[in-house]
DNA sequence: ACTATGTCCTGCGAGC
DNA sequence: TGCTCGCAGGACATAG
């Protein structure tokens, strides 16, 4: 469900929620589970830890835990640990949720009624819950530390940069800003209206876009993304973000979820056509 | 190494 | 009303 201006809208609505929250104790559902690490290793690290914030990686959710309380800190005498005297401390432990096409992570009262597809619960302090819901279980829960995300961030890549990451591929410039391994965080929704403010067809193979075209892209990706945040998401279908509220960047849609109406900018009927197995969106007018 | 394709799931709306 | 079909905002494994 969620590209990045959703998971940026969910991240701030956890965190100005949860944040400071201690997890007491977490649920995970029946098999199959929808994790990447182990259960035990979910459990073990989440339990008793302090939620020192909520942010978002590329299309992740990142819960940055600490160890609660002074009693946590290492007492600095008898066996103190040796060897590794140049490594850094150990990287504070995270828990990294992706929502996949479905998922949902709410803040509820521990009273209310679980949901269907509730996959995870982590009982809070407060006496509320997060609980993890997942129809279609494409989600995915893990941990780790010093999380990164395998490609850069939109919003902070640097224009140079995004114009090494694309040239030369072979591939549709459309499957290119999908993989997540060159830029994190762009899905079908973004990277079509993208390409439309970029004036550049999905279907082109990423190798013969000028460095021209490939400017103007980096800059429409970067102002779409940051419009679409601004507006709290896009709300398809039934996208919420933690407060239970909705975005209005779908308003602003000029291709995606159009065809065959008229483009915007040119009353063209805007064409739909299947790209690296996605719906694609675009103004055969407008893009070249 | 890069690229194209199939697959994992459930739910929804359209059309009959 | 109820059925089937196609489609859905993602990411991986696999094969070429």
Same mark, same amino acid.
């Given at each position: 469900?969620?590209? =990045? ?5 969910? /991240? ?8 400071? @929250? ?12 929808? =994790? ?50 140049? /490594?850094? *401390? ?34 809070? /302090?407060? &006496? *509320?819950? =997060?609980?993890?819901? @997942? ?25 140079? %940069?995004?114009?090494?990451?694309? &040239? ?18 762009? &899905? ?49 279908? @039934?996208?919420?973000? /933690? @407060? ?13 979820? *159009?065809?065959?109406?008229?483009? =915007? ?20 007018? %407008?893009?070249?």
């Amino acid at each position: 469900m969620p590209e =990045l201006p959703e998971v940026e809208t969910i /991240a701030r609505g956890l965190a100005s929620r949860v944040a400071g @929250d201690v997890i007491d104790s977490v649920w995970l559902g029946a098999k199959p589970e929808p =994790l990447k690490s182990t259960a035990a290793d979910i459990i073990a690290t989440l339990e008793s830890k302090r939620i020192a914030q909520v942010r978002r990686i590329g299309k992740h959710l990142v819960f940055d835990l600490e160890s609660r309380g002074p009693a946590s800190l290492p007492v600095g005498r008898g066996s103190a640990p040796k060897a590794r005297t140049s /490594a850094p *401390r150990s990287r504070a432990a995270q828990w990294i949720v992706h929502l996949g096409m479905t998922g949902r992570m709410l803040v509820c009262q521990a009273d209310e009624p679980v949901a269907k597809h509730t996959h995870a619960i982590a009982h809070l /302090a407060s &006496g *509320r819950e =997060l609980r993890f819901v @997942d129809p279609r279980r494409f989600g995915r829960l893990s941990v780790a530390h010093g999380f990164r995300a395998p490609g850069s961030e939109p919003l902070e890549v640097e224009g140079e %940069c995004f114009v090494k990451l694309f &040239g030369g591929r072979k591939t549709p410039i459309k499957s290119a800003l999908l993989n997540q391994k060159l830029l994190s965080g762009v &899905g079908n929704i973004y990277a079509d209206e993208s390409l439309f403010r970029a004036a550049v067809r999905p279907q082109r193979r990423a190798a013969s876009l000028t460095r021209r075209e490939l400017r103007r892209l980096y800059r429409a990706v970067q102002e779409v993304l940051e419009e679409a945040i601004a507006l709290g998401g896009s709300s398809v279908s @039934d996208y919420v973000d /933690a @407060d239970g509220e909705e975005g209005f960047f779908q308003l602003q849609h000029r291709v995606y979820g *159009r065809a065959g109406e008229p483009c =915007l900018v040119c009353k063209t009927p805007i064409k739909r056509r299947v790209i690296a197995g996605r719906s694609s969106h675009y103004c055969p007018r %407008c893009q070249h």
